[in-house]
Every structure is written in structure tokens, then in C-alpha cells.
């Protein structure tokens, strides 16, 4: 089972001074159980794509198909299975904190549960899950959310999504604006969903080394088309069409380079810290310092 984009074009306010094409032919898989990140500048429709997986916003021309269905079709009698798609498909915008409106913690998240009309024993029993696998503690479920830090906030917000049991999540740029703990949290988190629940992850994020330690797939956008689908490694490779899309290698691969300019033999491609530890590593067992402390590289 898949999303399947399939040369998906959307213009904002056709017709009109203000049209602006924002997708371009695009099409794309995204596999059950895959990790998928999206990057690319501000407006090359990265955010505009991943609208178009849950409904918010329909093709002007192409179809986009969740498990199968159609989810902009028209036709009477597949209205409840595309209803059931697009619910499968979860999103969290950027700053899902600004979001919150309920008066307790434990409302809030219970939100879109009860609009699926679930039983009251159910939609409880997945409130306190939410909140535990988000690690807020359930017994803050009748504080307001707005007496919680923003990485908190966030994580509350997240966890309303998560009570509706979604089978695809899109979060994008989820670290955005928290300070360096509360990110990782967050990172952490995510990561489980994938590794420990299964859920499938679209991931919208400017941040490489995120990217390099959680995707499996890169997708860049730039200037509303897909210029690239490759594993991390081999996309980071591209460094024209990054160079094009205003987009860098992430920070420890850059710095790999910085090394292995100034003579150590380490890897140029190592993506995340423990590669780059461990490449360091082996080069500086490889070539040990002669006399007078120079390093021996070839």
C-alpha cells in the first residue's frame, strides 16, 4: 500500500493578477512503512504537495491515490472510502502549538476522536496513549495546554493527531522554533513513531542532519517541480541540483569534507555523527601522526 502522486499541477488563484503555479507535473510514490523527508526553499511547494495527500487541496490537473482510492473523486459511492483515505493521512502544520484551543490538555487532544464518533472508554483510553508516547505525563491532562513549554505545546498538539490513529503522518517542519532539547525530544519521538509503531512519516524540513539521520528517501522541490528522489546519501551527491534549490549538505558532511581537505583520509560522504566518529577513527588508526605530530594521509 502507497500514496501515489501522479502528475500532480496546482496553481493558487487561477485567473486572477495574483496566479501562481506552485506544482508542476509532479509525481511520486510514497511506500507504506518508508521514511520520506521534502525539502526545498521557501516556495517551491513543498507544503503545497503534502496538502494534497489528505484533501486539503485538490490537483488542477493529475489525481492523488491513498491505498488505492481516489481521493478527489466525485463519485457518490466512493465517498466513504475516500473519506476513510484522507483520514488515514494525519498533518501536522508548522507551529501545531498555534492550534490548540481546548481548555484542558486531555480536551484537546480528544478533539478529533469524538468527531469520528468513537466511544467515550475508547477516545479516554487514547488520550492517555497519546499523551504517554509524546511523554507528557496524563496526569497534566486537566491543565491547559497553554500553561505547558512550547516544546510541550507542540508535542500536545502532535498528540491529537496521533489519537486519531493515523495510518500516514506529515509533519512539517515539526523542530522548527524549539530550543535544542525540546527538538531532540521531538526528534526522538518521531522516530519512534516510525521505528516502534510503524506509522509512515512524510517530513518536511530544512535541516539536513535531520534528514540524514532519520530519512530513507530525500525528495527536493524547486520551483514547484521534483528535481530529486534519492536515498539521503545519493541526493546530498547532487550538488548542483542543491545548490539550485538553496539547499547544503548537511553540517557533519560538510565538515568531513573541511578534514579530509586538510589531509586525513576520512570519509567525505559520512552523513551523521557516529559515521564521522567512526571515520575519523579508523583513518587516524590507518594513518597514525608521524614525529612532530603531522598526520600521514595519502
Not at 542532519?209 to 517541480?225: F, N, V
Not at 568531513?256 to 557516529?274: C, P
Amino acid at each position: 500500500m502507497a500514496i501515489q502522486i501522479e502528475s500532480v499541477s496546482f496553481t493558487y488563484m487561477p485567473g486572477t493578477p495574483y496566479e501562481r503555479r506552485a506544482l508542476e507535473d509532479v509525481s511520486l510514490t510514497i511506500e507504506e512503512g518508508s521514511f520520506t523527508a521534502i525539502a526545498g526553499h521557501t516556495g517551491s511547494g513543498k507544503s503545497t504537495l503534502v496538502q494534497h495527500l489528505n484533501g486539503l487541496l485538490h490537483p488542477a490537473s493529475g489525481r492523488v491515490l491513498v491505498d488505492g482510492v481516489d481521493i478527489g473523486s466525485k463519485v457518490k459511492n466512493e465517498r466513504k472510502a475516500v473519506k476513510k483515505a484522507c483520514q488515514s493521512v494525519g498533518m501536522v502544520f508548522q507551529y501545531p502549538e498555534q492550534q490548540l484551543f481546548e481548555e484542558t490538555i486531555a480536551a484537546d487532544i480528544a478533539f478529533g476522536p469524538k468527531n469520528q464518533d468513537l466511544p467515550e472508554a475508547e477516545i479516554a483510553k487514547r488520550v492517555e496513549e497519546a499523551m504517554r508516547f509524546v511523554h507528557i505525563d496524563p496526569a497534566l491532562k486537566d491543565r491547559s495546554p497553554f500553561q505547558l513549554s512550547g516544546g510541550q505545546m507542540r508535542r500536545a498538539a502532535i498528540a491529537g493527531v496521533l489519537a486519531l490513529r493515523p495510518k500516514y503522518l506529515v509533519l512539517d517542519e515539526p523542530t522548527a522554533g524549539l530550543d535544542p532539547r525540546g527538538r531532540e525530544q521531538l526528534i526522538q519521538n518521531i522516530r519512534e513513531l516510525h521505528d516502534k509503531q510503524g506509522v509512515t512519516i512524510i517530513f518536511i524540513s530544512h535541516n539536513m542532519d535531520d534528514i540524514a539521520r532519520l530519512a530513507d528517501t530525500l525528495i527536493i522541490m524547486d520551483g514547484g517541480k521534483k528535481v530529486c528522489e534519492a536515498a539521503p546519501r545519493e541526493a546530498f551527491r547532487q550538488k548542483e541540483i542543491l545548490r539550485h534549490a538553496g539547499l547544503r549538505e548537511p553540517e557533519t558532511m560538510q565538515l568531513m569534507q573541511l578534514i579530509r581537505g586538510k589531509g586525513l583520509d576520512v570519509r567525505s560522504d559520512a552523513m551523521t555523527t557516529d559515521e564521522a566518529v567512526q571515520s575519523i577513527l579508523e583513518a587516524r588508526k590507518a594513518h597514525p601522526k608521524r614525529k612532530g605530530g603531522s598526520a600521514h594521509a595519502q
